[in-house]
């Protein structure tokens, strides 16, 4: 069983919908990554945060430390943020050698 | 741009072939990692090199090895791969390793890799 685990895999909306993707992870982490991946392969970082809430555009990110859970939130969805979106967190045990682990993916089309 | 580069962007070999993964950051950056993605699987690590020196092997094959002969270029030289080894391989850099928790990790657009 996978640390880190989103949902839903996958996500269809209509353009201007309010998109909400999910993240738990089972190991206690401090900060939790969020991360987009366009369909050519490369990898974004949306965010990091430890607490709270970070803002960046559309793009809403809560974490719940103590519940170890996360959302992504997309507000005014548009076709241009179709691509998959990871969530991570660092490995649990160990050394932190910038380890992470990752999430399957949720898989967000946008419909115009 | 992320300030990562990967190329090629494709590779098709054969089992028996010998090929190289070339990683190049301009970010100033003093770790840099591999990662293997396969399909509909999550986001692998397989190594960490941290000031060119490796101090993460997460149990890969021998018959990937990698190199990194300064802190702004990481290689991975391939041969004799399996059909399995098929996927998408990225390269990313952090400031540094102290801790995934406080740094983000800026990534390449991967090499598409097919063995035949």
């Known amino acids: 069983k996978n640390e880190v685990e989103q949902s839903p895999q996958n996500l269809t909306a209509q353009e201007g919908e309010f998109i909400t993707i999910n993240c738990s992870y089972s190991v206690g982490i401090s900060a939790l990554h969020w991360l987009q991946q366009h369909p050519g392969g490369g990898i974004v970082s949306l965010f990091m945060?430890?607490?709270g809430k970070k803002k960046h555009g559309r793009l809403i990110a809560t974490i719940n430390i103590q519940e170890k859970h996360s959302s992504l939130h997309i507000t005014a969805s548009h076709p241009r943020d179709s691509a998959v979106y990871i969530c991570?967190?660092?490995?649990?045990?160990?050394?932190?050698?910038?380890?992470?682990?990752f999430g399957q993916g949720t898989i967000l089309t946008v419909h115009p | 741009e992320t300030g990562v580069t990967q190329t090629p962007r494709h590779l098709v070999m054969g089992m028996t072939n010998k090929k190289s993964l070339k990683c190049e950051q301009h970010l100033g950056h003093n770790a840099m990692y591999w990662y293997k993605q396969s399909a509909k699987k999550p986001l692998e690590l397989m190594f960490v090199?941290?000031?060119?020196?490796?101090?993460e092997n997460n149990s890969v094959p021998s018959r990937f090895s990698p190199e990194c002969p300064n802190s702004s270029h990481l290689f991975l030289h391939l041969h004799t791969l399996q059909p399995e080894d098929s996927a998408l391989y990225l390269c990313?850099?952090?400031?540094?390793?102290?801790?995934?928790?406080?740094?983000?990790?800026?990534f390449g657009d991967g090499t598409r890799l097919s063995i035949l």
């Open positions: 991570a967190g660092p490995c649990a045990g160990g050394t932190s050698y910038g380890k992470l682990t």
């Open positions: 990313a850099s952090s400031q540094d390793t102290a801790g995934a928790n406080n740094q983000p990790q800026h």
């Open positions: 090199y941290s000031l060119e020196e490796r101090v």
């Open positions: 945060l430890s607490s």
